[in-house]
């Protein structure tokens, strides 16, 4: 980082954090710097990241993906001269501030975000979709997939944004974004996050259940009536400080992960067609699914939506 100048050494700064290491998924440490004090006295920049739903709705249904991803994405911002002092952090060689944007920063994300929204205006949920620094170049039509990569590669050149090779794929039918595959057929969930939901045992605390909470409820979309199956802890979680697991929340664990295991597939919509939607009330959650006949004239499930009820 020193020799490419993304940081250098300062001297003096009246802004000066720590270092902390981190463990990464893959077990090895990471170092980084804590910009806690920092971010506590920056302005909040509330610049909207994609939602999840929306990006995997624009790509799924396309016969041909190339999965790009940038290379030190954040590293490739630059931070305002007369800001880079506010970066410093202190190590047993010596002071260094960034010269390019770090991760960390409480804006990092909105900044990145909005660099690509501009970097590919006209562009973005027609041929490319951007979630921070995984870009999906996605075509509708084989044929036309070259032409578009092309043009998204003109831009990369034209705003100097520099890809990784090596996380890169290209010409693929079938791709890894936000945790799921997208394919002509449709979405299903990684089969890492299946396999990861699975090795999940009972959690002994309510923050344990918090954490489990918030694995599922990014597939919620995939588990038909998941307000009704999750109901039963969520009513655990209510009332006193003391945690203890009922039978039903116990069964309702289990029955959470077996219909994250058998996911269905979700197709993507055809606007040319009719859509079919069930809907079911109890006294205490209301669930729909929306599905549409394939070419063999099945219904096939596109999202399935639900909601617990709140108490009168």
């Given at each position: 980082m020193l020799d490419a100048?993304?940081?250098?050494?300062?001297?003096?700064s009246t802004w000066v954090e720590n270092i902390v290491p981190v463990r990464k998924k893959n077990g090895e440490i990471c170092i980084c710097v804590d910009f806690r004090n920092l971010n506590q006295a920056s302005l909040k920049d509330n610049y909207p990241l994609p939602i999840m739903d929306q990006v995997l709705q624009a790509v799924t249904g396309s016969e041909m993906l190339s999965m790009l991803d940038g290379f030190s994405g954040y590293n490739q911002i630059e931070v305002s001269p007369e800001d880079q002092f506010k970066?410093?952090?202190?190590?047993?060689w010596g002071t260094f501030a960034y010269s390019r944007m770090p991760f960390g920063l409480t804006n990092s994300s909105a900044t990145f975000q909005w660099a690509m929204d501009f970097a590919f205006k006209?562009?973005?949920?027609?041929?490319?979709?951007?979630?921070?620094?995984?870009?999906?170049?996605?075509?509708?039509?084989r044929n036309d997939h070259c032409d578009h990569l092309e043009q998204v590669l003109i831009r990369c050149r034209e705003h100097g944004i520099s890809l990784n090779p090596k996380k890169s794929v290209f010409r693929v039918t079938e791709g890894k974004l936000l945790g799921h595959i997208v394919s002509k057929e449709g979405t299903k969930i990684d089969a890492e996050r299946v396999k990861a939901i699975q090795s999940l045992t009972l959690p002994t605390s309510k923050t344990g259940v918090h954490s489990f909470f918030g694995k599922v409820n990014f597939l919620r979309r995939f588990v038909p009536d998941f307000a009704e199956k999750t109901r039963?802890?969520?009513?655990?979680?209510?009332?006193?400080?003391?945690?203890?697991?009922?039978?039903?929340?116990?069964?309702?664990?289990?029955?959470?992960?077996?219909?994250?295991?058998?996911?269905?597939?979700?197709?993507?919509?055809?606007?040319?067609?009719?859509?079919?939607?069930?809907?079911?009330?109890?006294e205490h959650t209301v669930s729909a699914i929306l599905m549409q006949k394939n070419s063999e004239d099945v219904e096939s499930p596109i999202a399935f939506m639900s909601s617990p009820l709140k108490p009168h």
């Open positions: 100048w993304i940081i250098f050494p300062i001297h003096h970066t410093a952090f202190t190590t047993p006209g562009m973005m949920g027609k041929v490319i979709v951007v979630y921070l620094d995984d870009l999906t170049v996605f075509s509708k039509q039963h802890i969520s009513n655990m979680m209510k009332g006193s400080p003391n945690f203890w697991w009922s039978e039903e929340g116990k069964n309702s664990f289990e029955e959470i992960k077996a219909s994250v295991a058998h996911a269905p597939v979700l197709v993507c919509p055809n606007f040319s067609k009719d859509f079919i939607m069930y809907s079911y009330a109890s």
